[in-house]
């Protein structure tokens, strides 16, 4: 009898240790310290070899109903030579983890967008929007000010604009009045890029409302519903849009530089908020839906740092 589709171990991102391998892994070896990237790829098929390894024809995602998550003692890795990762000795595991997902995802959709503005632009003070600071936001955030000269950040919990402007961000609360703030501190025209974050229709409207003639709109946000999409205010805005979820392993070099960095100048102290105990699991996702905690690492083995 099939399992119910509730039925899987969750989690996505995971760093540990090669316990086995199967006979087609050439690349890693028992032993071998090892990061994951949140869905396997093939790396050989259409889509691998032309930088989209998110949509590998041949890749299943952690934590569904079709490949069991990390968050467990043991992880099934499909594809590990094209899954894997080695993991770079100086980084320590609570920020290698953010490599699986998180970090990639929030500095994809800064990659995206200033890949999307003209050269001409960057002669010029830049200005982004990261909308939504949560942990991928803040890595958005984080990826911005590498980029852009002024960037702001969009929530509605204090916490996190709080966490945003240490990381140098314009905090604005979310409010009504937001769209309006932004546009002051922008010449009245609106910044060039937007990062949406969040992936819901309010946020996309916010974001098109914001975004300046001619800029950019860089959505990682896992939109399931409908957008509003008016097409005279597309025309009109000369607005670029780009969806979808972030190929990690395209951009984790890049990424594992950017973060390696970042540790250095100390902006990931604190970033994962706690680290605790497999087994106590189920208390800090209630405590995360409350918005009472960040980034968590959870240690299915004592020798995590
Ligand atoms: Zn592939």
Redesign the pocket.
């Known amino acids: 009898m099939p399992f119910p589709a509730w039925d899987f171990i969750v989690g996505h991102e995971v760093v540990g240790f090669v316990h086995e391998v199967g006979p087609d892994v050439k690349k890693f070896k028992v032993g071998d310290r090892v990061v994951s990237a949140f869905v396997s790829?093939?790396?050989?098929?259409?889509?691998?070899?032309r930088g989209l390894?998110c949509?590998?024809?041949?890749?299943l995602t952690f934590g569904t109903p079709g490949l069991d998550g990390t968050q467990a003692e043991y992880a099934r890795i499909p594809?590990a030579d094209?899954t894997l990762f080695p993991a770079p000795a100086d980084l320590k595991d609570q920020h290698l983890v953010l490599l699986g997902d998180i970090f990639p995802t929030g500095y994809s959709t800064v990659w995206h967008a200033w890949k999307f503005l003209p050269e001409e632009v960057k002669q010029f003070p830049t200005s982004a929007v990261v909308l939504g600071c949560g942990p991928v936001g803040l890595c958005g955030v984080l990826s911005a000010k590498q980029k852009f000269t002024k960037v702001f950040a969009v929530d509605s919990v204090q916490a996190r604009l709080d966490q945003a402007a240490r990381y140098g961000a314009i905090p604005i609360l979310l409010n009504a009045n937001t769209a309006a703030a932004i546009r002051a501190q922008t010449d009245g025209r609106g910044p060039d890029a937007v990062m949406e974050i969040v992936g819901a229709p309010d946020a996309f409207d916010l974001a098109l409302d914001i975004v300046r003639v001619g800029g950019v709109i860089a959505s990682c946000g896992l939109h399931t519903s409908t957008l509003h999409m008016p097409g005279l205010k597309l025309y009109q805005k000369n607005v670029a849009l780009k969806f979808g979820r972030t190929s990690v392993i395209d951009l984790y070099d890049e990424c594992v530089e950017l973060l390696r960095k970042l540790v250095k100048e100390g902006k990931m102290d604190g970033f994962v908020e706690a680290s605790v105990r497999l087994s106590n699991a189920p208390e800090y996702y209630d405590l995360f839906d409350k918005r009472e905690i960040g980034k968590t690492l959870f240690q299915a083995v004592s020798s995590l740092n």
């Not at 790396?43 to 691998?48: A, L, Q, W």
């Not at 949509?55 to 890749?59: A, F, L, Q, T």
């Open positions: 790829s093939c790396r050989e098929c259409f889509f691998c070899v390894t949509r590998c024809e041949n890749s594809l094209g």
